[in-house]
């Protein structure tokens, strides 16, 4: 990209009439069609410092026009470009660049925003943490309002069932069937996928009770009827690190705790939060967009990522409210960026997307979705292949 940098000033007539042009695209006199990817961003800056700042896909003929040393009265168009990479047969690629086309008071501002931007040109990563898995059997599937046991408070157990989507939550709902009918108090264990206060749906007519535990320090005052009699699953999805912390904890008050089988336990918020934490840990700068921000609703089921709870990271991070929060001093240093959604965002959200195109029009850039995946092996004992052990150990060569 350096070696194909060019930093050009043309004088135009007539002069625009007022204000700053910034153009989403150009004809350069040589350089053909330029691309201008990250005119929302420099306009975005610009409207901070002054206005009648507009976006314009209609810029001026730079092909006849000259430099500097034109009359006074002559508008000025500020540009830089570079081409973007080449192609497998070593061909330049793609025209990229900013330009600003300003009126003859504003000449200084237009200059000095090419100045400042042009520092913020340089090949980045951007790292795009993906959820680790789609939980819609878990708390997001059915809400049966807020009503639902905690600590204190127990229900009896209604009549709604889980809808389609996490294979795991699916079994444990099956268990916390069979745990009820035999009359057990079952606690649920963890937040569930989004941390939210709304519960998971109550299993179908049973005798048993229905207990939530949803922090390990919960779990210190928990009480139940009869210790002898007493279960536990994963809430699902609950991050498996916040679970365990909690069975921890009732294991020691309650040693004849029975629970389900690990195997059924949902590693999707874990999965999410390693991506995450991987991600924050390998940048230079960690942008965490808005829960306002376009493309949907503030808070979803199943993404497991809540930017400013006790697991997120510490680093660097930029909260961005919009775009003119992205200044070019911040940029300029950071070759590896994390952009995080809202919580619960997919990746694919139009907030993420507007700010990826924005940054790829700020030099080559390489978007890296970072998703981690736990894999239960089920029957490993039944599976696993290797040599024979007699019950009294091995038999020497040629013994009887």
């Not at 192609?87 to 000449?107: E, F, M, T, Y």
Request: proline content about 11%.
């Amino acid at each position: 990209m350096n070696k194909t940098r060019l930093t050009e000033e043309f004088a135009v007539r007539p002069p625009l009439a007022g204000g700053l042009a910034v153009l989403t695209a150009f004809r350069h006199p040589r350089r053909g069609p330029v691309v201008c990817p990250a005119a929302p961003l420099l306009a975005a800056w610009l409207r901070r410092r002054s206005s009648g700042v507009r976006l314009t896909g209609r810029a001026p003929d730079l092909g006849s026009t000259g430099a500097a040393g034109q009359p006074g009265d002559c508008g000025r168009v500020f540009t830089l470009s570079y081409l973007d990479g080449s192609d497998h047969a070593g061909r330049p690629g793609r025209a990229v660049g900013i330009a600003v086309h300003a009126a003859p008071g504003l000449l200084e501002l237009g200059a000095s925003a090419m100045g400042a931007w042009s520092a913020a040109l340089r090949t980045r990563r951007l790292f795009v943490p993906v959820s680790g898995g789609a939980c819609t059997g878990g708390p997001g599937a059915e809400r049966p309002g807020p009503g639902w046991p905690t600590q204190s408070t127990a229900a009896r157990p209604g009549a709604v069932e889980p809808g389609p989507g996490c294979a795991h939550a699916a079994a444990t709902w099956r268990t916390v069937h069979g745990f009820l009918a035999r009359g057990d108090t079952v606690l649920l264990l963890g937040a569930g996928a989004d941390g939210t206060d709304s519960g998971p749906p109550p299993p179908l007519g049973a005798a048993g009770l229905l207990l939530a535990v949803r922090t390990a320090a919960a779990a210190h005052h928990v009480t139940v009827p009869d210790p002898d009699r007493l279960s536990f699953v994963q809430w699902p999805c609950s991050a498996t690190e916040e679970v365990a912390a909690i069975l921890a904890v009732l294991r020691a008050r309650f040693p004849r705790l029975r629970g389900q089988h690990p195997d059924q336990w949902c590693y999707a918020v874990t999965d999410t939060r390693a991506a995450v934490r991987a991600a924050v840990a390998e940048s230079d700068l960690t942008l965490v967009l808005p829960p306002g921000a376009p493309g949907g609703s503030d808070r979803s089921p199943g993404s497991g990522w809540c930017p400013g709870s006790d697991w997120y990271p510490p680093g660097r991070r930029l909260h961005l409210r919009e775009l003119g929060d992205l200044a070019p001093e911040l940029l300029a240093p950071a070759a590896t960026l994390t952009l995080l959604p809202p919580s619960g965002y997919p990746a694919s959200s139009p907030g993420q997307a507007v700010v990826i195109e924005a940054l790829s029009g700020l030099g080559p850039l390489s978007v890296v979705r970072r998703r981690m995946v736990s894999e239960t092996t089920c029957g490993v004992a039944h599976t696993t292949r290797g040599p024979a052990l007699s019950p009294t150990g091995p038999t020497a060569a040629g013994s009887t």
